[in-house]
């Protein structure tokens, strides 16, 4: 089937371990898109880690450096962006998303995000005693900011392709 793609960029929103990274990969290959990882963006604007960020500059620092990355990527097209979980709180960014393209937002459950985390450690926000309710906590004060999204996709269940395949399909014929 021939592919009809309407916008600029797709801008893949979502909690960490969602699969955002490992499907936005997958995607932009597939549309013959730019795949840009604001994350690793940040790292090297910082030459540092995240967590290091996060240690010796924190939080709001961080916030800061995020929205200055997202608002330079999306001045391109043709890209598939991946973006830090926590990038969806500030208005300026789901507006700029809004502006520049179509905005999937991927979800999962809570204990599958965990199972899918658990052993990674360069997450600052889940390096905490309780990892499992900081997920329950930071998901249920961000959902009203990921239902924003255009298309919401729900990656609990899926495999990468199944997942591809999800949002290849309803992606195919969007509007934005
Ligand atoms: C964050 C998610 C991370 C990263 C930072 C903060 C968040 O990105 O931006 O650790 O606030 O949810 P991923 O969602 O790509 O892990």
Do not use: W
Not at 31 to 36: D, M, R, T, W, Y
Not at 150 to 155: A, E, F, K, Q, S
């Amino acid at each position: 089937m021939r592919s009809r793609i309407m916008f600029k960029n797709i801008i893949l929103t979502g909690f960490m371990g969602v699969g955002k990274t490992s499907i936005g990969t997958r995607l932009s290959s597939d549309l013959g898109f730019i795949f840009v990882d604001t994350d690793e963006l940040i790292e090297a604007d910082q030459k540092t880690t995240i967590a290091e960020i996060f240690a010796q500059k924190g939080e709001p620092y961080f916030r800061d450096v995020e929205a200055r990355i997202i608002r330079t990527v999306l001045k391109n097209e043709n890209q598939v962006v991946s973006t830090g979980g926590g990038a969806v709180i500030r208005d300026e960014n789901r507006k700029v998303f809004k502006e520049a393209g179509l905005v999937v937002c991927l979800m999962a459950r809570p204990e599958v995000i965990f199972e899918r985390i658990k052993h990674e450690t360069h997450r600052p926000l889940l390096r905490v005693p309780d990892p499992m309710a900081k997920i329950r906590d930071l998901l249920e004060s961000r959902a009203k900011f990921y239902s924003q999204a255009d298309l919401i996709i729900d990656t609990s269940e899926k495999s990468i392709d199944e997942a591809l395949r999800e949002i290849k399909d309803k992606v195919r014929y969007a509007r934005c």
